[in-house]
Every structure is written in C-alpha cells, then in structure tokens.
C-alpha cells in the first residue's frame, strides 16, 4: 500500500509539472508576431524623390491636401517572441499581439515572404489603377499610370493608390480637391470592380495616421469596432466599402454634409 501523502505536499507535488511548463515557457519562443504603428506616406507626394502617382495620357490637376496610406511595422517571420514580450503587449495601447499565421499566412523564409508582399502590392496597385479608371469612365489603354511606392509590401494601400488617382484626375469632380485641403488617411484592398476589403491591424493604423497629422481616416466598414477600440483623441473615422462610397464621403466631408460614421 502506498504512503498516503499530506494534503499540503499533494498540492505541491502536483504544481510542479505546472511550474516547470511556465518555466518552459518562460524562455520558449512563441508562434506570436508583435506589431507597431508604422509609417504612413502620401500618395498625392513624392517617394524617393519620384512621384507615387505619375499619370500620362490625360490631363492632371495639381492637388492640395494629403492621402495617406498607413502600415504596420511587425517583428519577422522567425522572431523569437517569449512570453515577456506577450504580456507587455497586451498591455499597452502602442503594440499588438498577433498570430504569426494571421500576418505571415503563406509561411516561407523571409525572401519568399517579402517576394509575396512584393506581388500582393503589384497585384493591388493594378487593381486600384483599374478601379479609378473604371469609376472616371476612362479606358486604361489611353490612360497610363505608373505607382512608386518603395519599401511597402501587401496590399492595404489600394484603396488610398486609387483615391490618389481619381484627386489627381477629377479632384471632387467640381474644380476642387478630394481631399478638402486636409489631412486624409486610412487602408482598405481595392478591387477592380471597386470594391473595398478589410486588412490588419487597423487600431495601430489610426495612432500611425494621427501621429502625422491626419484627423480624419477611412476604414473598411467591416473594421470599424476595430478601429474604434484605441481611436487617438482628435482622428475622425469613416466607413467605407466602395471606391465611390469613399469619394462621396470625402465630398460631403469638404461641403459640410452629413458622412457616415462608425
């Protein structure tokens, strides 16, 4: 017959294995990527020296104001992220805590993920060409537009690359700028057609867009809540889910009219 053990000693007896795994995962790298408000750069301006929008076979208006498309700045695909660095996470406003699988999906080494950014920027930089000659009711052979944007991979700036084009183009359609003379930010995929997609990391996106200057943003409606939850003191937001939802916005905006909100 066994020893009957102490209830005290059972109880210590069994945190151990309990322990040991903090322990363990004390010092354990964890499938976790921490992310940052990043940077922000307006289409409507230079990038390098180049223009981000040059546009060739039509006239173009000279613009005032600023569309900025934002990012996030995430630790690696092979950084090793301890449980220190989770718990600091989820307690400050200026970081979050994702799953890697939900920032890096594809998987890979470091190059063929930034090879995959690199495409996924191309793809949506065609598609918010095409999206705001399609809304201008311009036939893209006898419009050539070319996007410079270094440095940014993914897919989040193609709704701000086809707001860019359609000021640079048609302003507010009324002689004036889409922007208002103000500073506009937000992210959102574009497609062809027009239609408006969500992205990642939107609360840090809006403290990246107010830090430099923007006071309204533009978010996919599906991320409002999101963007809502850590929304910097003086940055208005507005849901968009079209290309042209987001032009009408921006015009009622300038004229004092009633814009959505979140």
């Known amino acids: 017959m066994l020893p009957r053990l102490s209830r005290p000693r059972a109880l210590a007896l069994c945190a151990l294995p309990v322990l040991a795994l903090f322990g363990v995962a004390a ?3 964890l499938p976790f990527t921490l992310a940052q408000p990043g940077s922000t750069a307006n289409v409507l301006g230079d990038d390098h020296g180049k223009p981000v929008i040059s546009i060739k076979g039509a006239p173009t208006r000279p613009t005032e104001g600023e569309l900025r498309m934002t990012t996030i700045l995430a630790t690696g695909p092979t950084a090793d992220v301890g449980i220190g660095d989770v718990i600091d996470g989820w307690f400050r406003t200026d970081r979050a805590v994702l799953p890697r699988d939900s920032v890096y999906p594809t998987g890979g080494s470091e190059k063929e993920i930034e090879k995959h950014n690199l495409d996924d920027m191309r793809k949506s930089q065609d598609s918010a060409v095409d999206a705001a000659l399609n ?5 893209p052979g006898s419009v050539d537009v070319t996007l410079n944007l270094a440095d940014v ?3 989040s700036a193609g709704l701000f690359f086809a707001l860019g084009i359609v000021d640079k183009l048609d302003g507010d359609g009324s002689g004036g700028d889409l922007t208002g003379g103000h500073n506009i930010a ?3 995929t574009i497609e062809a057609n027009g239609a408006v997609g969500a992205v990642g990391g939107v609360s840090l996106k809006t403290q990246a867009a107010r830090r430099d200057g923007a006071t309204v ?5 599906a991320e409002c809540r999101e963007a809502g939850a850590e929304l910097p003191e003086g940055l208005r937001l507005i849901p968009v889910t079209t290309l042209k939802s987001a ?3 921006l015009r009622a905006l300038e004229q004092g009219h ?3 909100s979140c």
């Open 27 to 29: 010092f354990a790298p």
């Open 135 to 139: 809304y201008l009711g311009k036939k």
């Open 153 to 155: 991979g993914g897919p």
């Open 186 to 188: 937000g992210t959102g």
């Open 217 to 221: 943003f533009l978010v996919p409606k």
């Open 247 to 249: 032009v009408s916005s």
């Open 258 to 260: 009633k814009v959505p």
